[in-house]
Structures are given as structure tokens and as C-alpha cells.
């Protein structure tokens, strides 16, 4: 199920912040990884892995791609404060599995960007006592350049319904508010704030885990943790795990997905030092992060097992966002002014182009992959393996495929 169907939007202000969250063009990010965003220059599309029979037209039904699971959904938004670190204060988005009876009678999520600036949930509900039955794997969520927590909303709340909790910081100065209140810092300090922002919330949230009457008391499953994200929040997951010069490598993390990853600041010893199972999402026609300057280097490099390549022929970077719903709602909200849909527009280039993968299928991908394997390697439930193998990609010709197991 598309963004589109899951959430509406109200009020125009929304829409235009959203969309900055969504997009990692900006000048700052382009620096780290050595490219021009939006270009007007042709996209050239990466040579893929591999080449997989085109077989069908649309992923196979059995075994089935990424749908909603069995759990109710609640979700609640909670602030930490790294007194360690100046007292850093970081908004975090939470999902998790939700009691049933509770969830159906509380009123849905409310994503707001400012007071009366929002989108309404078709799946969260709001601020809901978590189902009982855990303790439940936890997986953080790292935004990209310029983002904001739940830019993935849908996909996060994905995967509570198939019995994860998921964690999804504002990294402090590279946010979308950041951007608008000219507040960013400078890349090279992004790069160490990330990793040690996802260390601090996962030490925080086991500790919650633990402590008897708390809204998450028992919810959390220490040994079983994992860390996705897109972009610069690829960069993040693979940082991690390496660590970076001063912050160690967290070694709780189990398992994590980098899709369109920024990986310029990652030296080779690093990516070798990624030693856990590694999955790598990239789209071929990604012009602001291109696949052969940031994904081969760790295709090659991570020595974690398994090691999984997905590359989304005719893939933007944007594709692994939700701009082309905006995009698409944008003509439709009362008098909007064609300056914002030209900036849409604009934002949309590398997700929403003809020339580009059409974008249900693209998230239909990258929901099914990151969901099998995160069940797969951090919950530990091998029911979506069938999903990670080779036979299955060959059902689907719109990716390239490969896979390293020793």
C-alpha cells in the first residue's frame, strides 16, 4: 500500500516542508559525495550486479511481497536528552506493535511538521499502550540530509505491524527545520553526531525496556537490534557498525540496510569493519548518490555475511522516498500556488521522471527487501527468507540481484 493510501495531508505548509525532508540534494550532501545534485545532464544508468530474467511484470505473489502484518500499530513521539553531549535533545518517532482493543478506539497518529501543518495516519494510532507479547526487535531508522523523522512513516509503520519497534531520530542539524531556519551544521559534524545519536537512543530505549512501568517496560529485545536508513542515513548504518574515529562501533546493532548510501567518508578499513549481515539498495539512475561511487566501494569492501545487493533498474534517488505522492497531491490542494509546484517538481526529478522506475513499484521493492530481510536478520523469523533469494529476484525484473554468503 502507497503513502498516498495511507495518509492524506491538510493544509498547503505541510506539503512544502515535507518535501524538503525528503530530499538529500542539498549543496552540503552533494559535497560529501562528490556529485552535482539535480543535474540537468542525462542520468547515466549503473551497470547492474546482475542480470535477472525478466520473468514477470510485477513481484510474485508467492512468496508474497510486503504487506501490513497482524499487529495493530500505535505510535508516539518522545524527546531524549544526551546530557553527555550539551544536552543534545533529540525528538524520536516511535512505532510498535499496539494493543489491539486500545488502538481501535484512539484516534489516529498525526504526523505535524508545525501546529495545524499536518497528515493524518490510516494506520498508527495514537500514543497507545504496546500490545503484550514482547519483548519485540527494535530497529532505528536514520533520515537523510535535511530530513526528518518520519519521512519513512509508511514504512516504519510496515514494519510494527509485522512486530518490530521502530526508532526514528531528528539527527540536530541536519534536519529539514535546520535547513529552513539556516540552523545546519557542517557536514564533517553530521558525520559524527549520526552514529553516536543512534547509539544514545538505543541505550535509552533499553533502558526503558527495563525499567518496570514505563511505556516500553519488557517491549524491547536487546539481542535483537537493527539499523536501516537512506541516504546520509545510509552512510549512518554502515558508520555504526564501523565506527568513526572517536565513536566505537556498536556492537548491539546485529543487522543493517543502506539504501542510496553516502559512503565518501567511510574509509576502506571502515566498510571492511562492517561485519554483520549487510543489505545495499541503490537505484541505477541515482545522479545525487550514483551507485558506482557509493555503493561498489562497500560491495566490495563489507565483510559481513550475508552480504545482499539490490539495485532498482531505472531507480532515482528519490525513489526511496515518498515526493512523488506530494507531487501527485500537490495540483489537488486549493489554490497552490504553481511556484510550489514547480519546487515539487523540481525535488521530484529523481523519483517521479518517465524515464524512471514508476514509484509503486519501486516502493513495493524496497518494502518486500527491507522487510524480509530485516525479519530475517534481526527478528530472527525466517518465514520472509524465500524473499531473499536468488530464485525469488529472478521473478522480478526490475532489480538487479546479487548475494555474498562466504
Known amino acids: 500500500m502507497t503513502s498516498s493510501l495511507r495518509r492524506s495531508l491538510t493544509l498547503l505548509i505541510a506539503l512544502t516542508l515535507v518535501v524538503v525532508g525528503c530530499s538529500d540534494s542539498d549543496e552540503s550532501e552533494s559535497a560529501v559525495s562528490g ?6 545532464a542525462p542520468a547515466t544508468t549503473a551497470a547492474p550486479t546482475t542480470t535477472v530474467a525478466p520473468t514477470t511484470t510485477t513481484l510474485a505473489d508467492d512468496p508474497s511481497p510486503a504487506e501490513l502484518g497482524d499487529h495493530a500499530v500505535g505510535r508516539r513521539t518522545i524527546t531524549l536528552v544526551d546530557e553527555d553531549r550539551d544536552g543534545r535533545a ?12 486500545a488502538a481501535a478506539e484512539a484516534p489516529a497518529a498525526v504526523y ?8 493524518t495516519s490510516e494506520v498508527a494510532a495514537a500514543d497507545v499502550p504496546v ?6 526487535p527494535l530497529v532505528i531508522y536514520s ?10 512513516s509508511d514504512n516504519a509503520e510496515l514494519l510494527a505491524s509485522h512486530g518490530f519497534v521502530v526508532a526514528a531520530p531528528d539527527h540536530v542539524g541536519n534536519t529539514a527545520f535546520d535547513a529552513f531556519l539556516n540552523s545546519a551544521v557542517p557536514q564533517a559534524q553530521n558525520a559524527a553526531n549520526r552514529p553516536a545519536d543512534t547509539a544514545f537512543v538505543i541505550t535509552e530505549l533499553l533502558a526503558e525496556s527495563a525499567t518496570d512501568g514505563t511505556p516500553l517496560a519488557g517491549a524491547i529485545d536487546p539481542e535483537r537490534i537493527g539499523l536501516y536508513g537512506h541516504s546520509f542515513g545510509g552512510y549512518t548504518a554502515l558508520a555504526a557498525v564501523s565506527g568513526r574515529a572517536e565513536i566505537p562501533p556498536d556492537d548491539r546493532i546485529v543487522a543493517v540496510i543502506a539504501q542510496a548510501p553516502v559512503t565518501g567518508l567511510i574509509t ?18 541515482d545522479r545525487t548518490v550514483p551507485v558506482a561511487q557509493n555503493t561498489e566501494r562497500p ?35 486549493p489554490n497552490a500556488p504553481a511556484l510550489l509546484v514547480a519546487f515539487i517538481d523540481g525535488f521530484a526529478v529523481e523519483g517521479c521522471a518517465p524515464e524512471l522506475i514508476d514509484i509503486d513499484t519501486a516502493h513495493e521493492i524496497i518494502d518486500t527487501y527491507t522487510l524480509a ?32 554468503v562466504d
Open 143 to 152: 533520515h537523510g540530509s535535511s530530513g526528518q523523522r518520519f519521512v519513512a
Open 131 to 136: 500490545e503484550d507479547g514482547g519483548p519485540y
Open 299 to 333: 560491495w566490495e569492501l563489507v565483510s559481513g555475511r550475508p552480504l545482499y545487493r539490490v539495485d532498482i533498474i531505472d531507480g532515482g534517488h528519490q525513489s526511496f522516498t515518498d515526493v512523488c505522492d506530494y507531487q501527485a497531491l500537490a495540483p489537488e490542494l
Open 268 to 285: 576502506d578499513a571502515e566498510l571492511e569493519s562492517v561485519d554483520v549481515p549487510t543489505m545495499l539498495q541503490s537505484g541505477t539512475r
Open 373 to 404: 530481510f530485516l525479519l530475517t536478520h534481526v527478528a530472527g523469523d525466517t518465514s520472509a527468507e524465500a524473499n531473499l533469494t536468488p530464485e525469488y529476484a529472478e521473478t522480478i525484473p526490475e532489480i538487479a540481484y546479487d548475494l555474498k
Open 35 to 40: 556529485t552535482t545534485p539535480n543535474s540537468a
Open 90 to 101: 533529540l525528538a524520536v518517532d516511535l512505532w510498535y506493535p499496539a494493543d489491539a482493543e
Open 112 to 119: 505535524s511538521f508545525i501546529p495545524g501543518a499536518e497528515f
